[in-house]
T-cell receptor, first 109, second 113 residues
Framework: ELKVEQNPLFLSMQEGKNYTIYCNYS?????LYWYRQDPGKSLESLFV?????AVKQEGRLMASLDTKARLSTLHITAAVHDLSATYFC?????????FGTGTSLTVIP | NAGVTQTPKFRILKIGQSMTLQCTQD?????MYWYRQDPGMGLKLIYY???????DKGEVPNGYNVSRSTTEDFPLRLELAAPSQTSVYFC????????????FGSGTRLTVV
């Protein structure tokens, strides 16, 4: 059974601090996606990582993919309150995505 | 350009009732998907379709049925609703290959009582 594990599941961090969310997966794949979900809302695409070593950055968020280690990271730099949300990674197996359980991020002043 | 449209947004069903969740996309995407999201959890795939007339089961298909008669529409049918089907349902679509990720609808919040 394919597993996609995120950690931490819950993250409370102060504004201005840095932190990394990890996404480990158990199958061979070179396609990984990060999504953001605000409470009661749908999922918004953040990053699409399509090869080993891919790195994408948008504002205070940076995502990377290591397909050999089956690991993706989402790094948060100098967190601000607007980044409070749940973040999901998803692995593409060819026909479907498998989602992680999500990381609920709360940024506090 | 509406993207992926789901209706209804909210619904309360009694145990044993049936209903159809509607999903329509106007992006000419071949691939469409139905996911459910239980509280505090990730998304689980119910069914997917790679084109009109083609559907396949995902991780959690029991209690659901789908059809794909057109490229645009991918309805999800719940027969004999059960409390375990209380969830938020998301429809999504994409191009193959999935270089741009999925486009998600706004979701349907279903409660079975």
């Amino acid at each position: 059974e394919l597993k996609v594990e995120q950690n931490p599941l819950f993250l409370s961090m102060q504004e201005g601090k840095n932190y990394t969310i990890y996404c480990n997966y158990s199958t061979t794949s070179d396609r990984l996606y990060w999504y953001r979900q605000d409470p009661g809302k749908s999922l918004e695409s953040l990053f699409v990582l399509l090869s080993n070593g891919a790195v994408k950055q948008e504002g205070r968020l940076m995502a990377s993919l290591d397909t050999k280690a089956r690991l993706s990271t989402l790094h948060i730099t100098a967190a601000v309150h607007d980044l409070s949300a749940t973040y999901f990674c998803a692995v593409d197996t060819g026909n479907q995505f498998y989602f992680g359980t999500g990381t609920s991020l709360t940024v506090i002043p | 350009n509406a993207g992926v449209t789901q209706t209804p947004k909210f619904r309360i069903l009694k145990i044993g009732q049936s209903m159809t969740l509607q999903c329509t996309q106007d992006m000419n995407h071949n691939y469409m998907y139905w996911y459910r999201q239980d509280p505090g959890m990730g998304l689980k795939l119910i069914y997917y379709s790679v084109g009109a007339g083609i559907t396949d089961k995902g991780e959690v298909p029991n209690g659901y049925n789908v059809s794909r008669s057109t490229t645009e529409d991918f309805p999800l049918r719940l027969e004999l609703a059960a409390p375990s089907q209380t969830s938020v349902y998301f429809c999504a679509s994409s191009y193959p290959p999935v270089n741009y990720g999925y486009t998600f609808g706004s979701g349907t919040r279903l409660t079975v009582v």
